[in-house]
């Protein structure tokens, strides 16, 4: 009779514990190692080296992740890789990080130009490329068209920089020229410009061969 108690009694509590234990309901917590946003400088490594990250789950400790999407150096402009992870309860969670590759960098610096108007030699210039403050792939010439004061701006994705049309007041004597083009670049050292100018009541086509000093 005592034992027979004695085992009830223990049944009783193993009910008891498996009956009180939690249900897990809770997703693993995934913190993204690094920045995020990350931003890279085109062409500065083969292969993106990813930060990684950590997963922690209440139940079952620390656990792996996958990852899906890719980034390609050689191409300016965004990438997401997206992080997964699921626990023993099938619990899944995820979370993302944005890659930029910006290619601003890349191409800034000094720069010798030779101009033409249509397919005749216009005129050589030097002109400074930079990078513009708190942008990515922005890129600001110092010098364009050979026209002094000539502050125009391009965009950069993928391996083509266009240059948005804007009016700007340059030249000698200053007054307002509006620009637009674009160009390809498969290197950060020679590209051309293709390009508008509606100087006045005159619209003609030009392009700048860029090498760098």
Known sequence: MIKKIAYLTLLLIVVSIISCKKNDTTPP???????NPDIVTFASQAVYTDPGAKVIDDFDGTLS??????????????SIITYSAMDAAKNASSSKRTIIV??????????????????????????????????????????????VSANVYGTI??????????TILCGIPAHSRTFEGAGSFSSDSV????????????????HGDYVRN
């Open 157 to 166: 994705a993928g391996t083509t920089i266009t240059i948005p049309q804007q």
């Open 102 to 147: 910006n290619a601003a960098p890349y191409i800034s610096g000094f720069f010798t130009v030779s101009n033409y108007i249509i397919s005749t030699f216009d005129a050589t210039y030097i002109d400074t490329l930079s990078v513009a403050i708190d942008t990515t792939n922005i890129i600001n010439f110092k010098r364009f068209g050979t026209y």
């Open 65 to 78: 992740y996958t990852t899906s999407g890719s980034v390609n150096m050689y191409s300016a402009g965004k």
């Open 191 to 206: 590209f051309t410009i293709n390009y508008t100018i509606s100087d006045t009541s005159l619209v003609y086509s030009a």
């Open 29 to 35: 917590v995934i913190t993204l190692q690094g920045t």
